[in-house]
Structures are given as C-alpha cells and as structure tokens.
T-cell receptor, first 116, second 113 residues
Framework: GESVGLHLPTLSVQEGDNSIINCAYS??????FIWYKQESGKGPQFIID?????DKRQGQRVTVLLNKTVKHLSLQIAATQPGDSAVYFC???????????????FGQGTTLQVKP | KAGVTQTPRYLIKTRGQQVTLSCSPI?????VSWYQQTPGQGLQFLFE???????NKGNFPGRFSGRQFSNSRSEMNVSTLELGDSALYLC????????????FGSGTRLTVV
C-alpha cells in the first residue's frame, strides 16, 4: 500500500546548527509533497511544498530536496532556532486534472528538539 | 484572513454515544478534509468534501461520516463511539485546485471513556 515514512522519530540539534529531516515515500505516482510543522496543541502548519517535477525548492531558512530515483525527500532547516522545536511531517498528494484529491498521506513524524 | 476554525476544542464522551464535530474553512475554500491523529497511527485521512460532495474517502468504518453545507462548513459525525476513537480530529481546507496547500485547524480533542 501507500506509505510515507520518516527515517528517525527524534532529531536533537544544537541551536544554530543546520537540521536535516528525512522522509522516504513509496508512491511514485505522487504529484507533490508537503512538509508540515506541528507544535503541541496545534494543527499542522504548512512549511514548504515541492512538485514532483522539481528536485529542489527553497524558502525562508528551509530547503526541500526531492530525489525521485530513490523516493526520498528531505527538509533542511538552516540555523535552527528553539522555535523550530516541533514535530515535522512529510505528506504526499495527488492531482487529478486541475484539482487536488483532497487527500494527503502523512508520514509518522520526526520530533525536532533544539538544544540552547 | 481568518484561519480554519474547529469546534469544540475538547470533548469527552462515553462509549456508545455519538459526536458531531464542526469545521469552518477559510473563506473561499471549497474543499474540507478530515483527519484522525493518534500517537500510534499518526495522521490518517478520513474523507474530503468539495462543494457539498464527498470526493474521497479513507479506510474508516461507516460509523464515521461527514457532510458539507453550501457555505463550505463541514461536520463530521462518529456514531457508537469506541475507546479507540479517542484522538485529535483535524480538518484542513483548500481551494481544491491543483497543488494548492491545505490549511489545518487546531483540531478537536475527543476523549472516549
């Protein structure tokens, strides 16, 4: 079946260091991928997305890399700050025609702990 | 603009009861998706509504149902509650077009005792 998985349940980094969170997916037909951040007591918050026809996309302090050959996705956070501490999820989506399917398949999540 | 609003934030119900959760999407968004989040299973897709029609459905029993109104507000209902239904229920809204992002609400924490 379909699955999106993350390699590590917990990642601990020092404040100021760069963080890399990884995700492996199995559905080669996915059209786009999204990274979400979820803080305690809140819903997932959109960070960045990438279409399947791209291999890199940059945002503010974040970069997403997509390697379709090995079905691997990563989120890089530069100069990690205490406010980055949260659970990070990758999710995969499909498009049918001009519409999305309304369904995202989520990975299990990686908890990022930032040590001051 | 206002985000996605879910009510109530917390609910405690007894086994066998039923519950209705509400989600008000971002203005202009016609797609509302529902997810169940538990520590063991993570985020799992329940169903999605677009313009009052269910477009997609996950692998949940028929006790889980939903609907969408003409103003795009959506409700989900769980009947004959079981202890295992205790979870955070999240809804997300989207325009429904292309890869437009999904914005999540803060969820409803349901506890079944």
């Amino acid at each position: 079946g379909e699955s999106v998985g993350l390699h590590l349940p917990t990642l601990s980094v020092q404040e100021g260091d760069n963080s890399i969170i990884n995700c492996a997916y199995s559905n080669s037909a996915s059209d786009y991928f999204i990274w979400y951040k979820q803080e305690s007591g809140k819903g997932p918050q959109f960070i960045i997305d990438i279409r399947s026809n791209m291999d890199k996309r940059q945002g503010q302090r974040v970069t997403v890399l997509l390697n379709k050959t090995v079905k691997h996705l990563s989120l890089q956070i530069a100069a990690t700050q205490p406010g980055d501490s949260a659970v990070y999820f990758c999710a995969e989506g499909r498009i049918h025609g001009s519409s999305n399917t309304g369904k995202l398949i989520f990975g299990q999540g990686t908890t990022l702990q930032v040590k001051p | 603009k206002a985000g996605v609003t879910q009510t109530p934030r917390y609910l405690i119900k007894t086994r066998g009861q039923q519950v209705t959760l509400s989600c008000s999407p971002i203005s202009g968004h016609r797609s509302v998706s529902w997810y169940q989040q538990t520590p063991g299973q993570g985020l799992q897709f329940l169903f999605e509504y677009f313009s009052e029609t269910q477009r997609n459905k996950g692998n949940f029993p028929g006790r889980f149902s939903g609907r969408q109104f003409s103003n795009s507000r959506s409700e989900m209902n769980v009947s004959t509650l079981e202890l295992g239904d205790s979870a955070l229920y999240l809804c997300a809204s989207s325009t429904g077009q292309g890869a437009d992002g999904y914005t999540f609400g803060s969820g409803t924490r349901l506890t079944v005792v």
